[in-house]
T-cell receptor, first 114, second 113 residues
């Protein structure tokens, strides 16, 4: 089955700097890669996603890149703000699978220092 | 309006007890999920239902039994609670079983003493 590894486990950056979180996946059939943000005491919330027919996607300060050959995908946050502090999860799935499910990485705790 | 709601938010109980967690979604979605998040924040799928039909049942002990009375509700009943069941349980929903965004509830923190 699919296995997703996520690095780093914790990341501390100065406000205004960029943050990069990296994930690798094992199943070449995976074709959908979402990123979720979990704030303290809340459930995860989708912030951006990418499908395997696209190499990069951007939404304001957030971008995701996908390298299908290397089975890597990354989240890039530019001009970080204190409100970006949260736990971020990458995930992978195969949307062609009749039992669609998300396999999550282990999470990255991002701290943005004011 | 809350999209995915869970009750209770906190649940403290003793080993051996039986407890239930309820989940409701008002998004009109066909598919609902239960996830377990352990103390290290690791999120793992437990069950998934599509239109009241069980479609995913991961390697979860038989003490856990999901029930979906209709496609807007997915409850989780846990028998003979053990210390290792302590975790945060999240309910989620998606438009259908073909993929896309999953909407998570606020979570239920279960503490077994």
């Amino acid at each position: 089955g699919e296995n997703v590894e996520q690095h780093p486990s914790t990341l501390s950056v100065q406000e205004g700097d960029s943050a990069v979180i990296k994930c690798t996946y094992s199943d070449s059939a995976s074709n959908y890669f979402p990123w979720y943000k979990q704030e303290l005491g809340k459930g995860p919330q989708l912030i951006i996603d990418i499908r395997s027919n696209v190499g990069e996607k951007k939404d304001q300060r957030i971008a995701v890149t996908l390298n299908k050959t290397a089975k890597h995908f990354s989240l890039h946050i530019t001009e970080t703000q204190p409100e970006d502090s949260a736990v971020y999860f990458c995930a992978a799935s195969n949307e062609m699978d009749s039992s669609y499910k998300l396999i999550f990485g282990s999470g990255t705790r991002l701290l943005v220092r004011p | 309006d809350t999209a995915v709601s869970q009750t209770p938010k906190y649940l403290v109980t003793q080993m051996g007890n039986d407890k239930s967690i309820k989940c409701e979604q008002n998004l009109g979605h066909d598919t609902m999920y239960w996830y377990k998040q352990d103390s290290k924040k690791f999120l793992k799928i437990m069950f998934s239902y599509n239109n009241k039909e069980l479609i995913i049942n991961e390697t979860v002990p038989n003490r856990f039994s999901p029930k979906s009375p209709d496609k807007a509700h997915l409850n989780l009943h846990i028998n003979s609670l053990e210390l290792g069941d302590s975790a945060v349980y999240f309910c989620a929903s998606s438009q259908d079983r073909t993929g896309g965004e999953q909407y998570f509830g606020p979570g239920t923190r279960l503490t077994v003493t």
